[in-house]
């Protein structure tokens, strides 16, 4: 099984900045695709970015050019550069991992960390 923790979560002023970090450990071999997403109370949970083995990225329209996902290689760790926040960036922020299987993925979740943006 894989398990991912995320950190660094906190309480920031519109227009800061703040950086995730998620770690994945457990049974895997090699390099999974990752992602953040976020779910703010009464919403769905929505995409946030995502990071590829090989590192391909690709942003939700919202969050283009304010945030950045990276990983660090060899291990499953993964970042969320977050800048320029808005009010509307408030949300509970998870981290995903999946696995390919012959009849379909598997997703692996985070146990999320909370983000406030606020004057």
Do not use: H
């Amino acid at each position: 099984q894989v398990q991912l923790v995320e950190s660094g979560g906190a309480l920031v002023q519109p227009g800061g900045s703040l950086t995730l970090s998620c770690v994945a450990s457990g049974s895997i071999f090699g390099a999974l695709p990752m992602g953040w997403y976020r779910q703010a109370p009464g919403k769905q949970r929505e995409l946030v970015a995502t990071i590829s083995s090989s590192g391909t990225t690709d942003y939700e329209d919202s969050v283009k050019g304010r945030f950045t996902i990276s990983r660090r290689n060899p291990k499953n760790t993964v970042y969320l550069q977050m800048n320029s926040l808005k009010p509307e960036d408030t949300a509970v922020y998870y981290c995903n991992a999946y696995v390919s299987r012959p009849t379909g993925r598997q997703d692996f979740w985070g146990q999320g960390t909370q983000v406030t943006v606020s004057s």
